[in-house]
């Protein structure tokens, strides 16, 4: 493996790691914008617009990006988050010069009117989709909750009326203002000739107008709170819980995965063989999401309405237990172990390195190796384990619940 | 296309081991079928065989629940296990070093399972969870329905059986089931990885070799569910599932009939993508496959549009499926060989998905397809050939389901 990085002139960084046992290579662009960037009335446009980006360019129309990605065989995507817009493809190495400008085609799509008036049409079946989703509806309205009052609450979606009102000159503002070189990195993975990338890279991107995006990353101060949303048609309950944890950028990041691990993995956890392994719930979880300058714990339950409300009580009990006590030397090892061997395997395919290798980059300025990872999973002691659990308590500040009840009163607890 | 190093030992107790080495990965994964799934619960207690494997994991060997979950954990083994129509089956990746010592542990639980009874009503309550959640996600329900309806039971049933079904289960039908279907004729062990053949072969060896064999136990099978069918449901979408007959992996004409639902269904330049999403905008998510048993298989298309424009999004779908037999493209052919191609190459860097596909491989053809042949075989594929398969399978006997505030109407040729 190895890293080589280069900035254009007008500012796309380029990241690269070499892996020349690797089959294949991925290339993406990552764009850093998303959800958070926007403002109310164009909420959801980093979304509609990542479809749009697949309408094609002054060269290309969609019918040619989606014929020649299959042509090559490129296994291509896109995915927006709050932050982060990404433009990928997977491919065989021979196939890098079309993949190429394709995929940097996407970054400056035409917008074309009808191309978008059709599209939309697609994001609200998408919206639709979701609702038909409790877990993921879920997800939405507790971001909105947690986050309410901080760019991290904005939809990623918008709603059906943000997107019907939304126009593509509204659109087009968005793209110059946020598509801009300096607020690109393009990131490359697996077997390829960095050369050949340049040439490409100043051939394709060397003519993006320059410039950089502010984004305020203050960290988010949330207020406690609970919110049910009654649907009286769903046998289960799904309700999620969030409280501050630490951010993408801090050294507690790591000590926040494995005490995740320790305490809510989906197997083998505190919360496993509390609640799964019973029977008491369907899902207990514990996760870490991380966010550029804010970060949270999100607990994740699903279970019987008439047993959710001890099940939240009883994973506050397992978190205060943790916060005073901490954990054991025992969880400790263990959970280093099973984080070690999936940071291991994730790390075999160029594409899954790809995401890694951009997402460092972007929240961390950064380059780090498997070995990086390794190594600092490694180091993490309890005395870490407690310095996180100091600064950063397991909690369940706000709780969001869909499901058959109207209403959650039991002992939802508050970190002191 | 790298040549692979792929070998096959059978036991004389009918235990088969299919390993491929994989030099330039660090792990190892392996993917167990035990030929005891939910086809040989009995139908008034259908759930039996998911029972039984959420209970392996529960105990074995000399290790309870706990120290099972810590030994793995331990070994770094990220692993799943479930039961299918046909099997219950374990799977899992390592590093390759822990790749023996995670195969000892997983002995014990296919050879000295606990099945404690005191874990019965747990694993009962997270199986009637699992069914519960399934009833509040209608694109999942869909997919349940549809193949009730497609498939003859037991095939088509789904193995977590039914919220009717589970109160029936018993810890004494789970264990039992355990006694009839375990055994080590029929069971296949693939592994692919950084390995070293030979010794895996003498750990399997020393770890199942003296598995006795059992006699084969039997199933019956009943007629699917009605064809076309419309369940009522407050959904923000409708969501359309559809069906229709084609060739299981194991037939000669299987290459060609994979690639005309690839023409349908396989990139972002198919028809089914381009038609009913691109130019219409009436849904997010429209995809077909081609599904296959060892003796039968389906082609499933599933849409999911608003209510309104449900009935267009239904009346595209079958109009793109019939037009197959109109004609193929070579532009489009190239598409899915070039797909095709590409996902061959990139299996190679994953041992989890090859350990998988050597043991489906053997379960369907009792021989292992290298990665070659299926190039060969797709290079060798024209439009002629497809069209003439589609021809021969033209989308006949449809089964068609919706879940939705409305049901949808189906042309009554088709019917």
């Known amino acids: 493996m190895k890293f080589r990085e280069r900035v254009l002139d007008n500012g796309l960084r380029i990241i690269s790691e070499w892996n020349p046992l690797a089959h294949s290579m991925a290339i993406g662009f990552f764009v850093r914008t998303g959800s958070r960037d926007e403002t109310t009335v164009i909420s959801g446009v980093s979304h509609f617009l990542e479809h749009m980006a697949f309408k094609g360019n002054e060269k290309y129309q969609a019918d040619d990006v989606n014929r020649i990605l299959d042509e090559i065989g490129a296994k291509s995507n896109a995915s927006t988050s709050e932050e982060i817009t990404k433009y990928w493809a997977a491919i065989l190495p021979e196939y890098l010069p079309q993949a190429f400008e394709l995929v940097a085609g996407l970054i400056t799509p035409s917008l074309r009117q009808d191309d978008f008036d059709m599209e939309k049409n697609v994001i609200l079946e998408e919206i639709a989709m979701y609702e038909d989703l409790p877990s993921f509806t879920l997800?939405?309205?507790?971001?909105?909750?947690?986050?309410?009052?901080?760019?991290?609450?904005?939809?990623?979606?918008?709603?059906?009326?943000?997107?019907?009102?939304?126009?593509?000159?509204?659109?087009?503002?968005?793209?110059?203002?946020?598509?801009?070189?300096?607020?690109?990195?393009?990131?490359?993975?697996?077997?390829?000739?960095?050369?050949?990338?340049?040439?490409?890279?100043?051939?394709?991107?060397?003519?993006?107008?320059?410039?950089?995006?502010?984004?305020?990353?203050?960290?988010?101060?949330?207020?406690?709170?609970?919110?049910?949303?009654?649907?009286?048609?769903?046998?289960?309950?799904?309700?999620?819980?969030?409280?501050?944890?630490?951010?993408?950028?801090?050294?507690?990041?790591?000590?926040?995965?494995?005490?995740?691990?320790?305490?809510?993995?989906?197997?083998?956890?505190?919360?496993?063989?509390?609640?799964?392994?019973?029977?008491?719930?369907?899902?207990?979880?514990?996760?870490?999401?991380?966010?550029?300058?804010?970060?949270?714990?999100?607990?994740?339950?699903?279970?019987?309405?008439?047993?959710?409300?001890?099940?939240?009580?009883?994973?506050?009990?397992?978190?205060?237990?943790?916060?005073?006590?901490?954990?054991?030397?025992?969880?400790?090892?263990?959970?280093?172990?099973?984080?070690?061997?999936?940071?291991?395997?994730?790390?075999?395919?160029?594409?899954?390195?790809?995401?890694?290798?951009?997402?460092?980059?972007?929240?961390?300025?950064?380059?780090?190796?498997?070995?990086?990872?390794?190594?600092?999973?490694?180091?993490?002691?309890?005395?870490?384990?407690?310095?996180?659990?100091?600064?950063?308590?397991?909690?369940?500040?706000?709780?969001?619940?869909?499901?058959?009840?109207?209403?959650?009163?039991?002992?939802?607890?508050?970190?002191? | 296309?790298?040549?692979?190093?792929?070998?096959?030992?059978?036991?004389?107790?009918?235990?088969?081991?299919?390993?491929?080495?994989?030099?330039?990965?660090?792990?190892?994964?392996?993917?167990?079928?035990?030929?005891?799934?939910?086809?040989?619960?009995?139908?008034?207690?259908?759930?039996?065989?998911?029972?039984?494997?959420?209970?392996?994991?529960?105990?074995?060997?000399?290790?309870?629940?706990?120290?099972?979950?810590?030994?793995?954990?331990?070994l770094g083994v990220q692993r799943h296990n479930g039961a299918g129509s046909s099997h219950v089956s374990f799977g899992g990746a390592t590093l390759s070093d822990s790749i023996h010592d995670a195969l000892r542990i997983f002995a014990d639980v296919i050879r000295r399972p606990w099945i404690p009874d005191d874990h019965f009503a747990a694993v009962r309550s997270g199986i009637e969870q699992s069914l519960l959640s399934v009833e509040d996600e209608p694109r999942q329900k869909l997919m349940v329905e549809l193949w009730q309806r497609t498939f003859d039971a037991p095939w088509g049933l789904s193995s977590d059986g039914s919220l009717e079904c589970l109160p029936n289960l018993t810890i004494d039908g789970v264990q039992g089931h355990y006694e009839q279907c375990f055994r080590p004729n029929g069971t296949i062990i693939g592994v692919a990885g950084n390995v070293d053949i030979a010794q895996l072969q003498a750990t399997i060896d020393e770890l199942f070799g003296d598995w006795e064999p059992r006699p084969e136990p039997t199933f019956e099978t009943t007629p699917h569910g009605p064809s076309i069918d419309a369940i009522e449901h407050d959904s923000a979408q409708t969501h359309i599932g559809l069906a229709y007959p084609s060739v299981p992996y194991r037939d000669e004409n299987y290459y060609a009939a994979w690639a005309a639902v690839s023409v349908l269904s396989g990139g972002m330049s198919s028809r089914l993508f381009t038609e009913v999403r691109e130019k219409r905008g009436l849904c997010y998510a429209i995809s077909a496959s081609l599904n296959t048993l060892p003796h039968e298989a389906r082609v499933v298309c599933y849409a999911g549009t608003e209510n309104d424009r449900a009935q267009e999004t239904l009346d595209v779908t079958?109009?793109?499926?019939?037009?197959?037999?109109?004609?193929?493209?070579?532009?489009?052919?190239?598409?899915?060989?070039?797909?095709?191609?590409?996902?061959?190459?990139?299996?190679?860097?994953?041992?989890?998905?090859?350990?998988?596909?050597?043991?489906?491989?053997?379960?369907h053809l009792q021989r292992i397809v290298t990665l070659s042949e299926v190039r060969s075989k797709i290079d060798a594929l024209d439009v002629s050939h497809v069209l003439d398969f589609v021809h021969q399978h033209p989308p006949r006997d449809l089964t068609i389901l919706t879940i939705g505030p409305k049901p949808l109407e189906v042309p009554s040729e088709i019917s």
């Open chain 1, 139 to 416: 997800y939405d309205k507790m971001m909105q909750a947690h986050f309410a009052g901080h760019p991290l609450g904005q939809s990623i979606l918008g709603t059906p009326e943000s997107i019907a009102d939304l126009t593509s000159e509204q659109m087009r503002e968005y793209h110059r203002d946020h598509y801009v070189a300096g607020n690109v990195t393009l990131a490359i993975a697996g077997n390829f000739d960095w050369e050949e990338v340049n040439r490409l890279a100043d051939q394709c991107c060397g003519w993006w107008p320059a410039g950089e995006v502010d984004r305020s990353t203050f960290e988010a101060q949330p207020e406690p709170g609970t919110l049910v949303f009654p649907k009286d048609d769903s046998h289960q309950q799904y309700c999620m819980q969030m409280s501050p944890a630490p951010p993408a950028n801090s050294p507690l990041r790591f000590a926040a995965e494995v005490l995740a691990v320790i305490v809510g993995d989906d197997s083998g956890s505190r919360m496993y063989w509390d609640l799964v392994e019973p029977g008491d719930v369907e899902v207990a979880e514990l996760g870490h999401y991380e966010y550029d300058g804010s970060g949270s714990y999100a607990t994740y339950v699903s279970a019987r309405p008439e047993a959710v409300e001890l099940a939240l009580a009883r994973i506050s009990d397992i978190y205060d237990a943790v916060n005073s006590e901490g954990v054991t030397e025992e969880e400790l090892e263990r959970a280093k172990k099973k984080a070690a061997s999936r940071i291991v395997l994730r790390s075999e395919r160029p594409m899954s390195r790809l995401s890694l290798l951009g997402g460092n980059w972007i929240y961390r300025g950064t380059y780090r190796s498997v070995e990086d990872d390794l190594n600092t999973l490694q180091s993490i002691t309890l005395k870490d384990v407690r310095e996180l659990l100091d600064a950063y308590p397991l909690g369940q500040m706000t709780t969001v619940a869909v499901g058959p009840l109207n209403s959650l009163d039991g002992p939802v607890g508050v970190p002191g």
């Open chain 2, 1 to 74: 296309m790298q040549t692979q190093q792929i070998e096959v030992k059978t036991w004389e107790n009918g235990l088969t081991l299919a390993v491929e080495r994989m030099p330039s990965v660090g792990s190892a994964a392996f993917s167990i079928l035990v030929p005891g799934g939910s086809n040989y619960d009995p139908r008034e207690k259908r759930g039996t065989a998911t029972a039984l494997s959420e209970l392996l994991m529960r105990g074995a060997g000399d290790r309870d629940s706990r120290q099972l979950s810590s030994a793995l954990d331990d």
């Open chain 2, 318 to 363: 079958l109009h793109e499926i019939h037009r197959l037999g109109q004609g193929i493209t070579d532009e489009e052919l190239n598409c899915c060989k070039a797909r095709a191609k590409s996902a061959l190459i990139m299996q190679q860097e994953s041992a989890m998905s090859r350990s998988g596909s050597i043991a489906r491989d053997w379960y």
